[in-house]
T-cell receptor, first 114, second 115 residues
Framework: DSGVTQTPKHLITATGQRVTLRCSPR?????VYWYQQSLDQGLQFLIQYYNGEERAKGNILERFSAQQFPDLHSELNLSSLELGDSALYFC?????????????FGPGTRLTVT | AQSVTQPDIHITVSEGASLELRCNYSYGATPYLFWYVQSPGQGLQLLLKYFSGDTLVQGIKGFEAEFKRSQSSFNLRKPSVHWSDAAEYFC?????????????FGIGTKLQVIP
C-alpha cells in the first residue's frame, strides 16, 4: 500500500460525458502527478501540481483539467469524453516537486467510455 | 526528440535464473533514469534511479541497474528471479533540466516467470 488513494476504482460512462477522478496523496506529500496508461499510447504524464500550483504540464488534452486543493487532494476532470479516453488513470505523489523525488503511485482509476 | 526504447516487450525466465531487461535512451545529455515495476492491477513502484555518480545502482527487491554512457543504456538486472517478480517493468527518462513535463516512459517489458 503506497498510501495514495484514488476514487473511484472503476468508472463506466458514455461518450460526451464528463467525469471527475479524485486522488488523495500520502500524508505530508506536497506534489501530485497524473498519468494516463492506455494500450495504444502507453504510459503518459499528464500534469503535476505542487502545493496547489501547476508545476509541469505533459500530454494533457484541452478537454482535461486538474486542480489541487488546499488540503492537497487533487481532482482530474475529463470532459467531452471520447472512446479513446478509455484508460487507466494513475495519480502519484511525492514529498517535494523536483524530478529527483520518489513518486508513490495510487492503484489507479479504470475509465471505460462506451 | 528524446526517446526510450525497451526492445523486449515480453520475456520469459525460469525461477532462479538471472534476468536482464534492456533500456536504451536517446538524449543529448545524461538524463535522470528510473526503473519502475507494475504488478497486475496495481500502480507503479520505483525500483531504482540514477542521477549521477556510481554507475551501478542498487534498488529494492534485489534489483540493480548499470548506467553505460557509451551505450546510452540503463539495463536492469537480477541474479536470481523469484515467481513474485512476474510483472511489467518500465524504464523512464527525465532530462536533468527542463522539468518533469519532458518525462518519457518506455513501452514496458512484461516478465513471465516459469517454475
Amino acid at each position: 500500500d503506497s498510501g495514495v488513494t484514488q476514487t473511484p476504482k472503476h468508472l463506466i460512462t458514455a461518450t460526451g460525458q464528463r467525469v471527475t477522478l479524485r486522488c488523495s496523496p500520502r500524508s505530508g506529500d506536497l506534489s501530485v502527478y497524473w498519468y494516463q496508461q492506455s494500450l495504444d499510447q502507453g504510459l503518459q504524464f499528464l500534469i503535476q501540481y505542487y502545493n496547489g500550483e501547476e508545476r509541469a504540464k505533459g500530454n494533457i488534452l484541452e478537454r482535461f483539467s486538474a486542480q489541487q486543493f488546499p488540503d492537497l487532494h487533487s481532482e482530474l476532470n475529463l470532459s467531452s469524453l471520447e472512446l479513446g479516453d478509455s484508460a487507466l488513470y494513475f495519480c502519484a505523489s511525492s514529498v517535494e516537486g523536483g524530478e529527483t523525488y520518489e513518486q508513490y503511485f495510487g492503484p489507479g482509476t479504470r475509465l471505460t467510455v462506451t | 526528440a528524446q526517446s526510450v526504447t525497451q526492445p523486449d516487450i515480453h520475456i520469459t525466465v525460469s525461477e532462479g535464473a538471472s534476468l536482464e531487461l534492456r533500456c536504451n535512451y536517446s538524449y543529448g545529455a545524461t538524463p535522470y533514469l528510473f526503473w519502475y515495476v507494475q504488478s497486475p492491477g496495481q500502480g507503479l513502484q520505483l525500483l531504482l534511479k540514477y542521477f549521477s555518480g556510481d554507475t551501478l545502482v542498487q534498488g529494492i527487491k534485489g534489483f540493480e541497474a548499470e548506467f553505460k554512457r557509451s551505450q546510452s543504456s540503463f539495463n536492469l538486472r537480477k541474479p536470481s528471479v523469484h515467481w513474485s517478480d512476474a510483472a511489467e517493468y518500465f524504464c523512464a527518462v527525465v532530462p536533468p533540466s527542463g522539468g518533469y513535463q519532458k518525462v518519457t516512459f518506455g513501452i514496458g517489458t512484461k516478465l513471465q516467470v516459469i517454475p
